[in-house]
């Protein structure tokens, strides 16, 4: 009964407002209502839920995107470090590096250059420059690839050689011993 008749009383007066004072109000009048309301619930709210508030922190709402964050940082890092690499910033990857505070800081001081370029490079109608930075970053990209495949084909055909070099332990075409047997299959 406790709840019961707060509840009641509070629907009848709700209706009361609905139906017969509500139609005959002016906009500006409902506006002014509408808005104190609001604020009044939001300040209820907040009164009621103090302890909840007071818990809670603005990272747990990074907490659901929080991959996504990281992704986006490694992304970052690692395209910065290629362009490092590969537009001859400090030596290229050959080199060294001496602190830890120039390895950190090297990616971003190369994009930093490329920027303040890239903001002070003037339009030019000429040819000369082979289609602008477009061209340059293609160039760099394709300079980076055949990089990555020469790489990659120098350790395939090491591996091998490698492999034919255990193989034939330095003999040509000896066929290996058959296990338990003590002689060559090719010796049957």
Not at 126 to 131: A, D, I, L, V
């Given at each position: 009964?406790?709840l019961?008749?707060?509840t009641l009383?509070t629907v009848v007066?709700?209706?009361i407002?609905a139906?017969?004072?509500i139609?005959?109000?002016?906009a500006?009048?409902?506006?002014?209502?509408?808005?104190?309301a609001?604020?009044?619930?939001?300040?209820?709210?907040?009164?009621?839920f103090?302890?909840?508030?007071?818990?809670s922190?603005w990272?747990n709402g990074?907490?659901?995107?929080?991959?996504?964050?990281?992704?986006?940082?490694?992304i970052?890092?690692i395209?910065?470090?290629?362009?490092?690499?590969f537009t001859g910033?400090?030596?290229?990857?050959?080199?060294a590096?001496?602190?830890?505070?120039?390895?950190?800081?090297a990616p971003?001081?190369?994009?930093?250059?490329?920027?303040e370029?890239?903001?002070?490079?003037?339009?030019s109608t000429?040819?000369?420059?082979?289609?602008g930075?477009?061209?340059n970053?293609?160039e760099?990209?394709t300079k980076a690839?055949?990089a990555?495949?020469?790489?990659?084909?120098n350790?395939?055909?090491?591996?091998v050689?490698a492999?034919?070099?255990v193989?034939?332990?330095?003999?040509?075409?000896?066929?290996?011993?058959?296990?338990?047997l003590?002689?060559?299959?090719?010796?049957?």
């Open positions: 009964m406790q019961f008749l707060p009383i007066i709700a209706a407002l139906f017969l004072v139609p005959r109000t002016g500006l009048i409902l506006a002014s209502v509408s808005l104190l609001l604020i009044a619930a939001g300040i209820h709210h907040y009164n009621l103090y302890s909840e508030y007071m818990l922190t990272q990074l907490g659901a995107n929080a991959s996504f964050i990281i992704l986006a940082l490694a970052v890092f395209i910065s470090s290629i362009f490092y690499m910033g400090g030596g290229g990857a050959a080199g590096v001496n602190t830890v505070q120039e390895a950190l800081s971003f001081e190369a994009m930093t250059n490329s920027m370029k890239t903001m002070n490079a003037e339009p000429t040819n000369t420059n082979k289609g930075l477009f061209s970053a293609i760099t990209v690839a055949n990555v495949v020469n790489t990659a084909s350790v395939a055909s090491n591996a050689k492999t034919n070099a193989v034939n332990n330095g003999r040509k075409n000896m066929s290996p011993l058959i296990p338990g003590g002689f060559r299959a090719s010796e049957i």
